[in-house]
């Protein structure tokens, strides 16, 4: 069974950094490319970035709304997924979301970890 | 971006009775290797969005044979058949064929 366990997430400074995590078990990590999206509550989510599996270099690409804000990686040997988020702003207050992907698709979604940007 | 215009915003239904949900791209979602990467997503009160249909037209796994995907080029709809009660929620389009992917703004299916 695919399991995705976001943690981390929290109360923050407008200005501050953090640090996401997803814990992935139940599938082969190194094979799939690996995506974060956020939710404001109420509203559409919104894709921010993935990086991409071993067959593909673990390459990156980002939304260009946070691109050089934030930054995806991952740890293959611990099947951990981190999103590294700077500056942060009132704006970027969501629940966010790590999810696998197959077939361009959002496959499977963690169940989420709030993120409150906020003085 | 490519914008994803979901009409209506909210549809009122009857339990056992059918819906249909409209999405609209700005853009072509065929992609340059054939595929079109619409997909559509079902997100329940207080949970994650759940995949129901991809590239178009196929049922993600689990998902019962009364929701099913249509459309070509800009545009695409999902009909749900026999709605019941767990299928009440926001559901949302999504497309992967350009960068970034987008979604659509959402239409909340809610018991008429």
């Known amino acids: 069974e695919v399991k995705l366990l976001e943690s981390g997430g929290g109360l923050v400074q407008p200005g501050g950094s953090m640090r996401l995590s997803c814990a992935a078990s139940g599938f082969t990590f190194t094979d799939f490319y690996m995506n974060w999206i956020r939710q404001p509550a109420g509203k559409a989510p919104e894709w921010l970035g993935f990086i991409r599996n071993k067959a593909n270099g673990y390459t990156t690409e980002y939304n260009p709304s946070v691109k050089g804000r934030f930054t995806i990686s991952r740890d293959n040997t611990q099947n951990m997924l981190y999103l590294q988020m700077n500056t942060l702003r009132a704006e970027d207050t969501a629940t966010y979301y790590c999810?696998?992907?197959?077939?361009?698709?959002?496959?499977?979604w963690g169940q989420g970890t709030l993120v409150t940007v906020s003085s | 971006d490519v914008v994803m215009t979901q009409t209506p915003v909210s549809l009122p239904v009857s339990l056992g009775g059918q819906a249909s949900i409209s999405c609209r791209s700005s853009?072509?979602?065929?992609?340059?290797?054939?595929?079109?990467?619409l997909h559509w997503y079902l997100q329940k009160p207080g949970q994650s969005p759940q995949l129901l249909i991809y590239r178009v037209s196929n049922r993600f796994s689990g998902v019962p044979d009364r929701f099913s995907g249509s459309g070509s080029g800009t545009d695409f709809t999902l009909k749900i058949s026999r709605v019941e009660p767990e299928d009440l929620g926001d559901y949302y389009c999504?497309?992967?064929?350009?960068?970034?992917?987008?979604f659509g703004g959402g239409t909340k299916l809610e018991l008429k």
């Open positions: 999810a696998s992907e197959s077939v361009r698709a959002f496959a499977y």
């Open positions: 999504l497309q992967s064929t350009h960068f970034p992917r987008t």
């Open positions: 853009q072509s979602l065929v992609h340059s290797n054939g595929n079109t990467y």
